[in-house]
């Protein structure tokens, strides 16, 4: 067991505790080793006075199999195991004080007691070694059929002409292959230095940070992938769909790129409409003043379960029964927040635009203006979304 320097320095300055006793003569730790035979073997670890020179170990010195009096063991046990043991030996003419042998069982129990707590340490570091190594395997073999499927789908694109009907599938093939690829670089980052977010960030961002390309990154350019999937979802489930009929200036305006977020929050919140609103019931996202809306035309979620549902681990009633983790819309109002904006559920959706059910379940993703952009005053949006 490979022991920490926290816990080497715990021992040591449990042994120079004592050097203010003059009646002790030393005082040696032992860690106990597993052996082939029923008795463990007894290695020293640290001991007092520190210049007293290196004493042997227990299996090496026969004297100290012959009962002394000035010679005191104190075993350091965690639960039934024996991890070690305390040795204190005093002067020949000095005598035992019920203060110090309380004072020396007191430094047992704390250093096996910390003991206890680095073979738990050692053992946890274990485990996520081995785990990390089978992440690994997973992930190195996942890349494989990936790198096959975006093969197939180039293929197949060479073979349909710039005006078949087919093409956008599989453009949207590869852009969704893209997107795994992108989640299998999170999992290969897990655990490392270079992970996608920073340290004193309070929440992970879902996915490494992507740099723009090209002029720069725009709402717009976030959000065109998502709606394309949720049209094709929207006529593979035989669902209304209704996308932004235009796109407002300030969703073509320059963002920076750790806005590439929000693409991650809309994503959530698409998934969400379609799997816990009823099956037919319509569904869309438009575009407001500085802010996106996902609505759908089901039943609007309780009053008292409103605030409930961005709470980590807490679900609404109607999603009781279907998987997830209740972690969704908690992780997607914290990132929001992150980036000076705010999500807040609306159920009359029609509040916010004439043209949306007057009852449903809208959620309201308001983003501050690019840097750069003075704010005209408060926006309709804000003061409603309230």
Not at 286 to 304: F, M
Not at 316 to 323: E, I, N
């Amino acid at each position: 067991m490979q022991l920490s320097n926290r816990f080497l320095a715990l021992v040591k300055q449990q042994l120079q505790s004592f050097s203010g006793d003059a009646s002790l003569d030393k005082l040696v730790v032992y860690l106990a080793q597993s052996s082939e035979g029923d008795a463990p073997s007894f290695t020293v670890l640290d001991q007092w006075p520190p210049d007293g020179g290196r004493l042997p170990e227990i299996a090496d010195d026969p004297l100290l199999r012959i009962p002394a009096p000035e010679r005191h063991w104190f075993p350091l046990r965690h639960d039934d195991l024996l991890l070690g043991v305390l040795r204190a030996e005093q002067q020949r003419e000095s005598e035992w004080s019920d203060q110090l042998d309380r004072r020396l069982q007191a430094s047992a129990s704390a250093l096996a007691y910390s003991l206890g707590l680095e073979l738990e340490r050692s053992r946890l570091l274990d485990e996520l070694h081995q785990q990390r190594q089978q992440m690994n395997l997973v992930v190195h073999q996942l890349r494989n059929p990936l790198a096959a499927l975006r093969t197939y789908a180039q293929l197949l694109l060479r073979r349909l002409g710039p005006e078949h009907l087919q093409r956008p599938l599989v453009t949207g093939l590869l852009q969704e292959q893209a997107q795994l690829d992108r989640y299998i670089t999170s999992l290969d980052l897990i655990g490392q230095e270079n992970l996608p977010h920073a340290p004193e960030a309070p929440a992970p961002l879902l996915l490494p940070q992507e740099k723009s390309k090209g002029p720069g990154l725009t709402i717009e350019h976030l959000l065109q992938p998502l709606i394309e999937r949720a049209a094709a979802t929207a006529a593979l489930q035989d669902r209304a769909w209704q996308a932004p009929l235009n796109w407002p200036a300030w969703t073509q305006e320059i963002r920076p790129d750790d806005d590439a977020v929000v693409s991650e929050i809309v994503a959530n919140l698409l998934e969400n409409a379609f799997r816990y609103s009823p099956t037919g019931c319509p569904l869309g996202l438009s575009l407001l003043e500085h802010s996106i809306l996902i609505w759908d035309g089901g039943p609007p979620i309780p009053d008292q379960e409103q605030e409930l549902i961005f709470r980590k681990g807490e679900r609404g009633s109607s999603s009781k029964d279907q998987s997830g983790s209740g972690l969704g819309l908690a992780l997607a109002r914290l990132l929001a927040e992150e980036r000076g904006g705010a999500l807040v559920l609306q159920t009359n959706p029609n509040q916010l635009d004439p043209s949306l059910p007057s009852r449903g379940n809208g959620f309201l993703l308001s983003l501050p203006p690019s840097p750069g952009k003075a704010p005209k005053g408060p926006s309709t949006t804000n003061q409603r979304s309230r």
